[in-house]
């Protein structure tokens, strides 16, 4: 029997303070894995404490994680992937158990769902910006989650090599998640520790300026994943303002055959359009977007099942 590759993850950008461990954890306990670091330009010593712990270490000049992901899963073959963090975050030795629950349910893809060791592990901002943008997801795609943002994650080689990434920064766990529920793949959660950094590792997730990020991503993806959702909220929304407007016009004009605000009139008729306008550019959407997901079945298809 083929003995399987597994291929372990790891993005780093300025984790010297703590990538030499997690690469020496993952060899304690994932010893038959090639462990990869792509460092995203990093002005520490990163790269170089990666490579004296014994991990193959390649560069992406293109800055951000979304970025890195890219790279790493067009570069590396494999029959399972593990994605982690280089900040020592994460509960390694969880691994082997993530990697068995993918092959014994033939899923293609587990997260690690955070759960607080320190509560300096997550700031609070963090932690409930989480908790909004996983809702939206949840509302938007009808799923059950808990931790969407996780870096902490295992894949099937199908999951990898159909996955089109496009987000180039912090986005990218968002984007892997409404990937796999827009596909609808199996995939589970998995409730792992989760660790505050070392002392002297600072985090380059930015509350606000990363989690508007996230948030336009997830509206991207809703409006790409289910037009007819997106514009034709836009259309009811512009129809019933329409109608608001309206009404008391139509109104005005039986009773006395006057058209009094003939700016609103024609702001009315104007909404009215566009929302049919909506509407149809929404029927249309869906239709393409039916296509291409579609098209990433088949590919996805093209690959064995993880375990087989």
């Known amino acids: 029997m083929k003995k399987r590759k597994i291929a372990v993850l790891l993005p780093c950008y300025n984790e010297e303070k703590s990538i030499a461990k997690v690469v020496r954890d993952f060899k304690t306990f994932l010893p038959e894995a090639e462990i990869y670091v792509y460092d995203n330009n990093s002005t520490d010593g990163t790269a170089q404490e990666a490579v004296d712990a014994g991990a193959i270490v390649r560069q992406e000049s293109y800055q951000g994680k979304g970025n890195v992901v890219r790279r790493m899963f067009a570069d590396i073959d494999a029959d399972i992937y593990v994605m982690s963090d280089g900040d ?13 629950r993918l092959d014994d349910k033939k899923l293609d893809m587990v997260i690690g769902s955070r759960q607080e060791v320190d509560l300096a592990a997550y700031r609070v901002g963090h932690r409930w910006g989480n908790k909004m943008l996983t809702g939206l997801v949840q509302f938007f795609f009808r799923c059950s989650l808990t931790d969407m943002l996780s870096g902490f994650r295992v894949f099937s080689k199908r999951f990898v090599k159909s996955f089109p990434a496009q987000s180039p920064g912090f986005e990218i766990e968002t984007e892997l998640t409404v990937f796999a529920l827009s596909a609808r793949l199996p995939f589970e959660e998995v409730k792992t520790d989760y660790f505050a950094r070392p002392e002297g590792s600072v985090s380059k997730l930015s509350t606000i300026k990363d989690g508007l990020r996230i948030l336009k991503m997830i509206i ?7 037009p007819l959702l997106f514009f034709n909220s836009i259309a009811l929304f512009m129809f019933f303002l329409s109608l608001l407007l309206g009404i008391p016009l139509v109104w005005t004009y039986w009773e006395s055959g006057l058209v009094p605000r003939l700016p609103t009139a024609l702001l009315a008729t104007g909404l009215m359009l566009c929302a049919v306008t909506s509407f149809l550019v929404g029927l249309i959407l869906d239709s393409v977007s039916s296509g291409k997901r579609e098209m990433r079945r088949m590919f996805y298809l093209h690959h064995k099942a993880s375990g087989d």
């Open 220 to 226: 991207l993806l809703v409006k790409e994943e289910k």
């Open 88 to 100: 020592e975050t994460y509960d390694i030795k969880r691994v082997p158990e993530l990697i068995k």
